[in-house]
C-alpha cells in the first residue's frame, strides 16, 4: 500500500519556524492502529489524514493524530491541512471559499489567507463556543512546570482550565525569566493527569517585535514536551482574556509568540467578537511553510 504525504512549517512564514505538521493522503483502507504508527513515525505533534467526505458538499473528512493518540480537533492541524489542500485539485471549497472539514469533533471552517494569487495560510474559527473549567491549584502548575508559586502572576485570574474543542489548563507567569526557566516535568504531569487536561500554557505580556505576549505549552502526556505552536490552546487563550477583559465589546485582537524557547519562533494571530459582554466567535490565524513531500509504503 503507498501513501503520499507533505509536510510544511504551520504558524511561521518561513522554513524551519513554527509547528511542522505532516498532510497524509490516500489512507482510506488504513485502521485506526496504522494511522496512530504512522503519526508515531513522523513524530511530529499531530499528524493528519485526509479522507473522502462523508458528505460531498464538505471539503474532506480530516483525522488528527499526536504520537499518543488521536485528538477529536486541533488547531495547527487544520490551519497546515487547510494550506495543503488549497493547492490540490478535487477538494470542495465552501461559500466563503475555503473548506469545512469534517472532524469528530464536528465541522471546522477556514479560510484561506491569499496574497497576489498566493496561498499563505488559513484562519480557523473555533468548533465550540468558549467555556472556562475549574481553577486549579497554584502549587500543582508549578510543580508540573519545574517552578515555584512565587514565579506565578495570579494577579488577573488563578489558573483555570478552558476550551474551544480541546481543554488546557492556563497560567500567566510574572515575567520572560520565569517563562524560559518553565519545563515539563512528566512524573507531576502524570500524578496531576485529571487537572492539567491536554497541556498546561504558560504565558506572560511581551511587548517587543510586535506582541501581546509570549506563551510556551508543555503536553508530555501525548508525547510533546513542548509544543512550538497551538492553535486551539490560543483559540482557548483567546476568549479567556476576552472574559477578562468585562468592559469591551467588539472586535478584540492578540498577538502571540510561542516556541521562541524551542528556536522554532511561531506567530499567531488571536480574534475575538465580544457581544453584551460575552464571548462570541474565536479565530487563530496563521501562515505556513511548505517543507518536504514524499511517499510512505507500507508492507
Not at 473522502?52 to 492541524?77: N, S, W
Request: net charge negative; proline share 6%.
Amino acid at each position: 500500500m503507498e501513501l503520499t504525504y507533505k509536510t510544511v512549517d504551520v504558524f511561521a512564514d518561513r522554513q524551519f519556524g513554527g509547528n511542522p505538521l505532516a498532510v497524509v493522503f490516500g489512507g482510506e483502507g488504513l485502521a485506526q492502529a496504522q494511522m496512530q504508527q504512522i503519526a508515531r513515525e513522523f513524530n511530529y505533534s499531530e499528524t493528519t489524514f485526509v479522507l473522502p467526505p462523508k458528505d460531498p458538499a464538505h471539503a474532506a473528512q480530516v483525522r488528527i493524530f499526536t504520537p499518543a493518540a488521536e485528538l477529536p480537533f486541533a488547531g495547527h492541524p487544520n490551519v497546515g491541512t487547510a494550506y495543503v489542500l488549497a493547492q490540490e485539485d478535487g477538494y470542495e471549497r465552501s461559500a466563503s471559499g475555503g473548506f469545512l472539514f469534517e472532524e469528530l469533533c464536528g465541522l471546522v471552517s477556514l479560510e484561506l489567507l491569499e496574497e497576489d494569487g498566493k496561498y499563505l495560510g488559513a484562519k480557523l474559527t473555533a468548533p465550540a463556543p468558549f467555556e472556562t473549567g475549574p481553577e486549579i491549584a497554584p502549587d500543582l502548575v508549578a510543580a508540573c512546570c519545574g517552578l515555584s508559586v512565587e514565579d506565578l502572576d495570579l494577579s488577573r485570574h488563578n489558573p483555570i482550565v478552558c476550551t474551544t474543542g480541546i481543554t488546557c489548563l492556563f497560567c500567566e507567569v510574572k515575567d520572560l525569566n520565569a517563562l524560559a526557566r518553565a519545563q515539563a516535568v512528566t512524573d507531576q504531569f502524570q500524578k496531576y493527569s485529571n487537572e492539567s487536561g491536554d497541556g498546561i500554557y504558560l504565558y506572560t505580556r511581551d511587548g517587543s517585535d510586535g506582541y501581546d505576549y509570549r506563551a510556551r505549552l508543555f503536553a508530555p502526556l501525548h508525547n510533546i514536551p513542548e509544543d512550538p505552536a497551538t492553535g486551539s490552546a490560543n483559540l482557548s487563550f483567546a476568549g479567556l482574556n476576552a472574559s477578562l477583559d468585562p468592559c469591551r465589546d467588539g472586535v478584540l485582537t492578540w498577538r502571540v509568540a510561542q516556541g521562541v524557547e524551542m528556536g522554532r519562533p511561531s506567530r499567531l494571530d488571536l480574534e475575538v467578537t465580544k457581544s453584551g459582554g460575552q464571548v462570541k466567535d474565536v479565530i487563530v490565524t496563521g501562515r505556513c511553510a511548505p517543507m518536504m513531500s514524499g511517499k510512505l509504503k507500507l508492507e
